[in-house]
Antibody
Framework: EVQLLESGGGLVQPGGSLRLSCAAS????????MTWVRQAPGKGLEWVSVVSSSGGSTYYADSVKGRFSISRDNSKNTLYLQMNSLRAEDTAVYYC??????????????WGQGTLVTVSS | EIVLTQSPGTLSLSPGERATLSCRAS???????LAWYQQKGGQAPRLLIYGASSRATGIPDRFSGSGSGTDFTLTISRLEPEDFAVYYCQHYGSSSWTFGQGTKVEIK
């Protein structure tokens, strides 16, 4: 059974940093691209970033480009999202999800339960 | 950048009724690149449909997807109590993934 467990969320001041983690199990982590998707309170889904299976290719939404960095450790079956220069508008539940292929893929087939990031002074 | 517009914003129906949800793209997109998700309150999204019309693993056959070009539809043939939720369409293109704003299916 595919399981994705996010952690690392919490309260951070504007301009601060936070690193999210997503522990994966139940599939061959190193064979699939992974993504982060966020959802502001009461709002819809917003794609944030994708990393290829090897970690060699990364893609970002314009809203986070230059501030967020996605990475993965295939030896630990873990996905990361380093978030810097955080703004109030980054407040959201952050979900990690799996893509169905090693490369970019077209959709997200399994999702974690999410971790809440609140940016506030 | 392709924009996905979902309609209606809210659909009020009774259990057993048919639900028809629309997702319109701002320009023509490949059917392979269109997916649908279901999100129940306080839960993570769940993949329902990929490639515009293929059901994901474990999805009941009362859910079906169709469409091409700029117009795509998610149909729930007979609403079950557990189907009342928010539904999102999603598109991939040019190394970017985009979601529609969602349609809420509520109990009438």
């Amino acid at each position: 059974e595919v399981q994705l467990l996010e952690s690392g969320g919490g309260l951070v001041q504007p301009g601060g940093s936070l690193r999210l983690s997503c522990a994966a199990s139940g599939f061959t982590f190193s064979s699939f691209a992974m993504t982060w998707v966020r959802q502001a309170p009461g709002k819809g889904l917003e794609w944030v970033s994708v990393v290829s299976s090897s970690g060699g290719s990364t893609y970002y939404a314009d809203s986070v480009k230059g501030r967020f960095s996605i990475s993965r450790d295939n030896s630990k079956n873990t996905l990361y999202l380093q978030m810097n220069s955080l703004r109030a508008e980054d407040t959201a539940v952050y979900y990690c999800a799996k893509l169905p292929s090693a490369g970019r893929g077209y959709y997200f087939d399994y999702w974690g339960q999410g971790t809440l990031v609140t940016v506030s002074s | 950048e392709i924009v996905l517009t979902q309609s209606p914003g809210t659909l009020s129906l009774s259990p057993g009724e048919r639900a028809t949800l629309s997702c319109r793209a701002s320009q023509s997109v490949g059917s392979s690149y269109l997916a649908w998700y279901q999100q129940k309150g306080g839960q993570a999204p769940r993949l329902l449909i990929y490639g515009a019309s293929s059901r994901a693993t474990g999805i009941p056959d009362r859910f079906s997807g169709s469409g091409s070009g700029t117009d795509f539809t998610l149909t729930i043939s007979r609403l079950e109590p557990e189907d009342f939720a928010v539904y999102y369409c999603q598109h991939y293109g040019s190394s970017s993934w985009t979601f529609g704003q969602g349609t809420k299916v509520e109990i009438k």
